[in-house]
T-cell receptor, first 115, second 114 residues
Framework: GESVGLHLPTLSVQEGDNSIINCAYS??????FIWYKQESGKGPQFIID?????DKRQGQRVTVLLNKTVKHLSLQIAATQPGDSAVYFC??????????????FGKGTLLTVNP | DAGVTQSPTHLIKTRGQQVTLRCSPK?????VSWYQQALGQGPQFIFQ???????QRGNFPDRFSGHQFPNYSSELNVNALLLGDSALYLC?????????????FGPGTRLTVL
């Protein structure tokens, strides 16, 4: 069946270090992936996305890597800050376009940044 | 520009009751999706509405129903509430004909069933 999961449920890093959050997916038909950040009491916030025809995409302090061979996704956060502390979800999005997309989320990784 | 808004923020119901949750999409968006997020879990897709019709549905029973209005706002209705329905209910909006599939989430409604 379909599943999107994470290797590590918790991650604790020091402020200024780089963080890497991993995610495995099982559906080879997945063609679009998103990372969301969810702070306590808030809804998920879009961080960065990547399509299956790419293997790397960079944003501001964040990089997403996609390895389709092993069905693995990672989120790298450079110079992690206390404000980065949150639960991070990877989500798989499959569909024929536009409004036909629905998101399948993993369980999430709790990132704690120590000052 | 208002983002996605949801009401109420919190809600307490008892088993067997019915509940209605409301969502207003981000300005300019025409598609609304609903998700259920149990404590410590990732959100699970309930259904999606576009042009006032249910477009897709996840693995949720018929007790979960919805509606979309001409102004694109949406309601989620849950009948015959069970204890297991206690969760954070998230609404996400998107643009059907946009270049991306990015969904913007609201803050959610925390439903507690006693």
């Amino acid at each position: 069946g379909e599943s999107v999961g994470l290797h590590l449920p918790t991650l604790s890093v020091q402020e200024g270090d780089n963080s890497i959050i991993n995610c495995a997916y099982s559906n080879s038909a997945s063609d679009y992936f998103i990372w969301y950040k969810q702070e306590s009491g808030k809804g998920p916030q879009f961080i960065i996305d990547i399509r299956s025809n790419m293997d790397k995409r960079q944003g501001q302090r964040v990089t997403v890597l996609l390895n389709k061979t092993v069905k693995h996704l990672s989120l790298q956060i450079a110079a992690t800050q206390p404000g980065d502390s949150a639960v991070y979800f990877c989500a798989e999005n499959r569909g024929s376009g536009g409004s036909n997309y629905k998101l399948t989320f993993g369980k999430g990784t709790l990132l704690t940044v120590n000052p | 520009d208002a983002g996605v808004t949801q009401s109420p923020t919190h809600l307490i119901k008892t088993r067997g009751q019915q509940v209605t949750l409301r969502c207003s999409p981000k300005s300019g968006h025409d598609t609304v999706s609903w998700y259920q997020q149990a404590l410590g879990q990732g959100p699970q897709f309930i259904f999606q509405y576009y042009e006032e019709e249910e477009r897709q549905r996840g693995n949720f029973p018929d007790r979960f129903s919805g509606h979309q209005f001409p102004n694109y706002s949406s309601e989620l209705n849950v009948n015959a509430l069970l204890l297991g329905d206690s969760a954070l209910y998230l609404c996400a909006s998107s643009l059907a004909n946009g270049n991306g599939e990015e969904q913007f989430f609201g803050p959610g409604t925390r439903l507690t069933v006693l």
